[in-house]
């Protein structure tokens, strides 16, 4: 009876046994299950954490830290701002003429009209001055416009018979171009304020009807844009050609609308000439439809985007400006907040270098100076590699995992020590720009005409206007009357630049 109740006991336990051994198995696949569970969501937090990351950096982001045009800052930052360069005048000088500093004025030029002002009685007794003695004078001078009043001119082409028998007109001037149009001034007044003052078509139409008495069509303003740009096809064609041989370039481009298609202007510039083109494409495409680079063998400086890296044949050198926001941007990690400030330093340190350089008539900058540079220059990138993981970056959902600061640290860093060269070529060649600003005002103008005008309405007329800046932009490098190069595109042809050595 004991040996029974034993066996039975012992077969209780190893079911018992056998229970246990099934849950645990159970539950060591539910703890895998669990486990992978686990280790997806964590790897979904850190990428959602980076998510969240980006998109406050993106809230964050200004004209500062970005290549984001200033109108586009949120009002906060732009009201900081103003404060600080308010509280910076304030401090630094006063408004208004500064202690010690020359007077400006309009300067006296040769009067077309002389009015003399006698008084009529004494200021002290009353009596009358008729014929009094002239002891001194004082002269002031006034520049004014006389009142714009349209000058209407016909033209009478008469035709006259010889003896012969035969019948001869004679031909009409080139402004007589149709029997009631409009004259070269009235053309130049309308080219100047929608091509170099951003002034809307409807606007123009209405301030030349309120001067000329009277209705001035848009349609015709609109064909003026396209003729003006007809007339301008040698000049573009010399520009293109001057613009190949000129030691340096700056490039850049910028989105424009053309109705709700999105197109890209492109300039080629730099002191003196100014080429700007619409194009649909941003990339290569469009740098080879153009026409310049393909030629180019100097030094060309942009902002870093890869398809300039595209054009083999020219040096590149990039703009230490977009460098800078990106630092700023960087820096707003505490950790390598020092180090962004310090790299700032060294990027401003070159550009002073070659400023004095330049002012010192030399070509490069003093080799000691420019060695120390390049030596702080790669230290800084020594001491931001410590600061980051072993690079490169992993794909976003590997391991280990980098922090979305670290990335961006670590992606700057690569694209300085890759760039050395491109970022301090200033200091082997002071022609270069330290930044890219050249091209980023030429272009400036397209964004305020979007903002003033909105989208363009046809490609021919976005290009026109295109080519109406390059005219006035690069005659307004050139010191030029801007209605007197106008006058003469409607008159003789289009002007053209004393040729002079090339400065880059």
Known sequence: MAEGSLRQQLREALGTIERLQAEVSALKAENDVLRAENSALREQNDDLGDRVTRLEDQLKAD??????????????????????????RTQKRHQGKQPGAPGANLARREPDVVVEHKPASCGSCGADLSGAEVVGRQVRQVVDLPPVVPVVTDHVAYRLRCNCGAETLADFPPAARAPVCFGPEVRMIATYLIGRQHLPVERTAELLGDLLGVKVSTGWLCAL???????????????????????????????TAIGTTKHWAHTLTNNLLTLIAVHRKRGLEALEDIGVLALFAGTLVHDGYATYDKIVNAAHAQCNSHALRHLKAVGETAVFAPWAERMTGILLEAKDAAGAAVSAGRRSVDPGRANAIRCAYRSALDEIFALVPPGPPPRRKAQPHWSEPQRK?????????????????????????????????????????????????????????????????TAANHGERLLVVLRQLFTSGPWFPVPTANTG
Request: charge should be positive; aromatic fraction near 8%.
């Open 63 to 88: 004209s500062s830290t970005t290549g984001k045009p200033p109108s586009t800052d949120p009002i906060g930052p732009r009201k900081i701002r103003a404060e600080r360069r308010a509280e910076a």
């Open 409 to 473: 640290a670590w992606n700057l860093a690569s694209r300085l020590r890759d760039g050395e060269a491109q970022f301090l070529a200033c200091l082997a060649d002071t022609r270069v720009p330290w930044d890219n600003n050249a091209a980023e005002r030429a272009l400036r103008m397209f964004k305020l005409h979007d903002k003033i005008s909105g989208p363009f309405h046809s490609l021919v007329i976005a290009q026109a206007f295109a080519d109406i800046r390059s005219y006035l932009q």
């Open 225 to 255: 844009q396209a003729e003006a740009a007809g007339r301008l096809t040698p000049f573009l064609a010399w520009l293109k050609e001057a613009l190949v041989k000129e030691p340096v370039l700056c490039a850049d481009e910028t989105g």
